[in-house]
């Protein structure tokens, strides 16, 4: 097998390394006969893992440097009126599942053990653009910021203790201040179980809204 570029067990030294995708498109990276793998949003990290981090991708559940303990996520940035660039939308973790999550606390669930270091990717969105050719801007190494550790923390309670209280159904992101639940997948999508109810509740992620 071939050396890797980069230390897989350091995410400072990964970090270092996704430095040299700034500026740059996955074109560039890609072979003249690459076929791109399935068209929902996580393909392009599927992408970035593939053709610049030369990762096999894979379905496990835990961080995708699992060496290193972090998580990879490629995030979507706009211009504003001014040019500006702005985030362009809430930062998705991980699918709760109903079912399981109420048996976890905090600091050994699966959120928080996938997500509490994250290697954050940010590209210029462009409609309709080929994902290959979206420019990297910005590569960051993100912790839960200590300060805001609590209200994550809090948040987290407020989401799971409405599963417990049966009312997965009645989950929205205008329960909590900085971890959300979000809708998650297409509006014909089977609704799913929840512990505690015969009621149904739609698909939910974990989210996080980051400031622009």
């Not at 894979?58 to 290193?68: G, K």
């Not at 997965?168 to 297409?186: I, N, V």
Request: charged share 30%; with cysteine.
């Amino acid at each position: 097998m071939e050396k890797l570029p980069y230390d897989k067990t350091s995410a400072e030294s990964i970090w270092q390394y996704s430095a040299g995708l700034l500026g740059h498109t996955l074109r560039e990276f890609a072979p003249v006969d690459y076929i791109k793998k399935g068209g929902g949003k996580g393909s392009l990290g599927q992408m970035v893992e593939e053709l610049y981090f030369m990762m096999e991708n894979n379905s496990r559940p835990e961080a995708d440097f699992t060496e290193a303990g972090m998580e990879l996520k490629c995030t979507p940035l706009k211009k504003g009126n001014k040019e500006q660039l702005l985030i362009k939308e809430r930062l998705v973790c991980n699918m709760i599942n109903y079912m399981e999550v109420v048996n976890e606390d905090f600091e050994h669930s699966h959120f928080y053990l996938k997500c509490q270091l994250m290697l954050l990717l940010f590209y210029l969105h462009i409609q309709g653009a080929d994902k290959l050719d979206l420019e990297f801007l910005i590569s960051i190494l993100w912790r839960f910021p200590e300060k805001d550790l609590e209200i994550i923390r809090n948040d987290y309670e407020t989401i799971i203790n409405k599963i417990k209280a049966g009312k997965a159904h009645e989950l929205s992101e205008g329960d909590t201040l900085y971890l959300g639940a979000c809708r998650k997948g297409q509006k014909d999508d089977t609704p799913r179980d929840q512990p505690f109810s015969a009621e149904k509740a739609v698909g939910r992620a974990f989210s996080l809204k980051l400031a622009a």
